[in-house]
């Protein structure tokens, strides 16, 4: 075959031509952003209404279509399902540690700001002027304080990494939960396809180095079995459990072995706890 040049033709990646064949790389550059309709900024500021201390939260900002906004250095999360007679697009979110800044159209933003389950969800409204800088300050109340009565909210279910765009790492892990309020995680090392992404952070039945005095960061697994279900292992106290998951068609795991038995037995001779998370990937013929 003969490639002339003519043929070849650049693809973007994340930032970059690559052109084809051959692989030369061009970086682009967006150096001027040029906005469509007039735009100002909003500065949201997140406070305890007890203490008036700022708080890290989970801010939505949304315009009157339905598009979320952000600050740029933030990493903008939106749900995986939404119910469309509700809103015409999915609930877009980021976190902060108590006050964000971002660029937003001119006019009227609804601003929704969450904090766990013990605080009231807070929503109000900001008219931003074009090219000025609006303020809003969200007071948010406790329902609750289930700490003082000696319990603390947690999720045993994680994944630090999985799939999307961003790299996380237990330090921003630590930072996500604050701003859920949560004062356990447990990431559950798991495959996505043939990778396993946290596999390197195992370190027995410990706090990650990155927990903080209101946060702590421990790191299970999860084993994977398209046939048996999905276990979740908690407290693991010397190694992963191989080869992590079991009955993916096409690959080198494809046999149905090691069954959820031997897998839960495995990891109760490590003091490991063992349950399902997910019983079925499918209906069981």
Known sequence: MFVTTAMRAPICVAGLT???????RTRVEATVRRHLNPVG??????????????VPA????????????????????????FDRSERKIEYGYFHTAGASEMTVPAGVVEVEVARGLEYRVARTKAVVAP???????????RLADMRARGYTS??????????????????????????????????????KEQRIPDVTYFAGNRPDPASTAGVT???????HTSMWGHVG?????????????????????????PTNAVVADLAREQ???????????????
């Open 58 to 81: 989970r801010v939505s900002v949304t315009g009157p279509d339905g598009r979320a906004f952000a600050p740029d250095d933030a990493w903008r999360h939106a749900d995986d399902y």
């Open 18 to 24: 690559i052109e084809l064949p051959g692989g030369r």
């Open 233 to 257: 292992l908690i407290g693991l106290e010397d190694h992963l459990l191989l080869p992590d998951y079991s009955a993916y068609v096409n690959t080198a795991a494809a046999s149905p072995a």
């Open 131 to 141: 090219n000025a800088t609006e303020t809003v300050r969200v007071e948010l109340a």
């Open 154 to 191: 947690g999720d045993m279910h994680v994944h630090m990494n999985y799939g999307g765009s961003y790299r996380n790492d237990p330090a921003r892990l630590a930072f996500q939960a604050a701003a859920e309020d949560l004062g356990v995680v447990e990431n559950l090392i798991v495959n």
């Open 271 to 285: 003091g490991a706890l063992v349950g399902y998370v997910h019983p079925f990937d499918v209906d069981p013929n």
């Open 217 to 223: 960061i421990v790191h299970g697994q999860e084993f």
């Open 41 to 54: 900024r909003l500065r949201v500021e997140v406070v305890d209404a007890a203490t008036g201390r700022a």
